[in-house]
């Protein structure tokens, strides 16, 4: 057992669970109460924040402890291998085949063939991690050298990378049950818990940077060894949390440890299905991790530290990245499966619609601040301790390389999954492998003009492409029909654009920000007051251009 708006269009069908509107208000009468799409995506967002707040800290304090060195790298090249095989198999080719499946058995064949469904995708997923981890563990030299060979110019980081990630590696098996549960949860739209778990991993490891790191230092072992112990702590907290949501739901799987129960495992048809678009995901996957691949490699090659400037910026990026992105893939994939399970197109497309708006209402003030605003952020979340101006200066510029294309991997993020819902993993594979091609030709043309900044600049401008090519692809194929009111929105979004532009250029200029390191709590609470004034700013001049935020986004 797993304990281990302008208008309501009336010609448009009625939903229970979303009610159309266009993009600047409207009445809403004759139409049913839209149900709880925001609702959900603001639960998972808000967990989010919460999550990448204790992230942060989680950052800051191992930034201040470490600074950007050798075993700063070192850590975050043996975190990042099983972070890879998480990606490809747990939240990437493993979620984007089961979920579309069990949102199709739970339409279809209801919640007791579906919960069949789930025991045997359990076992044969634990049997399964349980070969990969036993491999990984013995396979850790290879990849640390496959990871960052360039490492090997300092011995002692390459040795303890080698030691992190042996210790390390089994989190994937952690992680991959806890995407299994986080799937089940999802599909039956219960959002808090796997919105919730990834807090646990950051309370565990600040815990491990502030109490386990400084008691190893006095008896002289390397601190930094306290971030592996930090990290598998965290992937126990995890799983363990997700059993009691799953046996309140009656959905906790049982894990078959038989040979029967292994074949008949096998030999299920969902298991299959799964298996079969597994295939063509895990190519999709695998082409995004090869480029962290070539671009850790590539880092490992140029300054120290420029691992850790790439890592520190990654984490700054992904707040509005998890907060916008993965909190609507999430809420929106068993829906759209279910849409398209249904047969109801015109529901499909209208939840596409709805989270491409919250997308660009949302994403582009994000990317604007990124872009603008960067080293004020890197300033006050960084800069104590071990972290110097230099590091400040060079975690700034690859911040701009990441807000570069926010807005497309923000959009990816809600437009694959109008593939995977159907079903369809080829094609967003066959765009991934192209776009792999082009950052990496991008990062010849790049990294020798802006060093690791160029890196983050190539997967920015890969990621513009990419969301642009599902988009047209999914305009093409005519599943995703724009609703109107499009050009007005976009408009009302420009001019709040404008204005926010102006204001953070001035504010980032306005106060020496790396000066005010010895006053901290006054440059947290000047960062406080003139992000809140960034936002008064941008959404009070869309408001002012004619949006109605609240109906927009009850739509």
Partial sequence: MLSAKPTIVPARPRFRQIGLCRAAGGDTSGYTRPVSLIKSASTVSLWTLVSRMTGLVRELLVAATFGASAMTDAFNVAFRIPNLFRRLF???AFSQAFVPVLAASKAQHGEEATHLLVNRVATLLAWVLLLTCIVGVLASPFLVWAMASGMQKDPRGYDAAVFLTRFMFPYIGFMSMVALSSGVLNTWKRFAVPAATPVLLNLSMISAAWLLAPWLGQRGIEPIYAMGVGVMVGGVLQLAVQIPALHRLGMLPRIGVRTSAIRDAWQDPGTRRIGKLMLPALLGVSVAQISLLINTQIASHLPTGSVSWLTYADRLMEFPTAMLGVALGVVLMPQLAGAKA?????????LLDWGLRIVVLLS?????????????LVAVLYHYGAFTETDVQQTTLALMGWGAGLVGIVAIKVLAPGYYASQDIKTPVRIAVVVLIITQLLNIVLVPLFKHAGLSLSIGLGALINATWLLVGLMRRKSYRPEAGWGLFLLQVLAGSALLVIYLLWAAQAFAWTELR???LKRIGLLAILMAGAMSIYLGAVWAAGLNLRQFLRR
């Fill in 364 to 376: 582009v003030p994000c990317a604007i601040g990124l872009l603008t605003f960067a080293k004020p």
């Fill in 342 to 350: 249904s047969g109801d197109a015109a529901k499909y497309s209208a």
């Fill in 90 to 92: 747990a939240e990437g």
């Fill in 518 to 520: 010895s006053e901290s």
